[in-house]
């Protein structure tokens, strides 16, 4: 059954950072946020924001790079001191889980990035000639 499409009434569903978090519109809540993967949508497909705005250059992925390193690299340690397994069964567990971790984390973290960047009202510095703010 396909879903009717209702007109944006200024209401939204979630915040914008929990909706960041869940790949929804950071203004509505309610359209999705990217096109496939991590690729960022044109405009909303519930409220028509146009995403132009939305730069979240890196700052996902170092996020994501401590995060995830902390709790791969504190989890092979804690199976270390505690069970003290051949090195083959820290390869066959970390490898694996050192690369789906920050995958899984990627897109939720993007999607904050740029809900933040929506929800303050962020837009790229200007600098003149000189340096100076202008």
């Given at each position: 059954?396909?879903?009717?499409?209702?007109?944006?009434?200024?209401e939204?569903?979630?915040?914008s950072?929990?909706?960041?978090?869940?790949?929804r519109?950071?203004?509505?809540g309610?359209?999705?946020?990217?096109?496939?993967?991590?690729?960022?949508?044109?405009k909303?497909?519930?409220?028509d924001l146009?995403?132009?705005?939305?730069?979240?250059a890196d700052?996902?992925a170092?996020?994501?790079?401590l995060?995830?390193?902390?709790?791969v690299?504190?989890?092979?340690?804690?199976?270390?001191?505690?069970?003290?397994?051949?090195?083959?069964?820290?390869?066959?567990?970390?490898?694996?889980?050192?690369?789906l971790?920050?995958?899984?984390?990627l897109?939720?973290?993007?999607?904050?990035f740029i809900a933040?960047?929506?929800?303050?009202?962020?837009k790229?510095?200007?600098?003149?000639?000189?340096?100076?703010?202008?």
């Amino acid at each position: 059954m396909a879903e009717i499409k209702q007109p944006y009434d200024g209401e939204r569903t979630d915040s914008s950072i929990i909706a960041g978090f869940k790949g929804r519109c950071p203004r509505c809540g309610v359209g999705a946020l990217f096109d496939g993967y991590l690729t960022l949508a044109k405009k909303c497909n519930h409220c028509d924001l146009d995403n132009d705005y939305a730069d979240s250059a890196d700052g996902p992925a170092v996020l994501v790079i401590l995060v995830a390193g902390f709790i791969v690299v504190f989890m092979a340690m804690m199976v270390e001191i505690y069970y003290m397994p051949p090195y083959w069964v820290h390869a066959i567990l970390w490898l694996p889980l050192g690369i789906l971790i920050p995958l899984g984390m990627l897109r939720p973290f993007k999607g904050w990035f740029i809900a933040l960047q929506y929800s303050n009202s962020a837009k790229e510095a200007l600098f003149d000639k000189d340096g100076s703010k202008g």
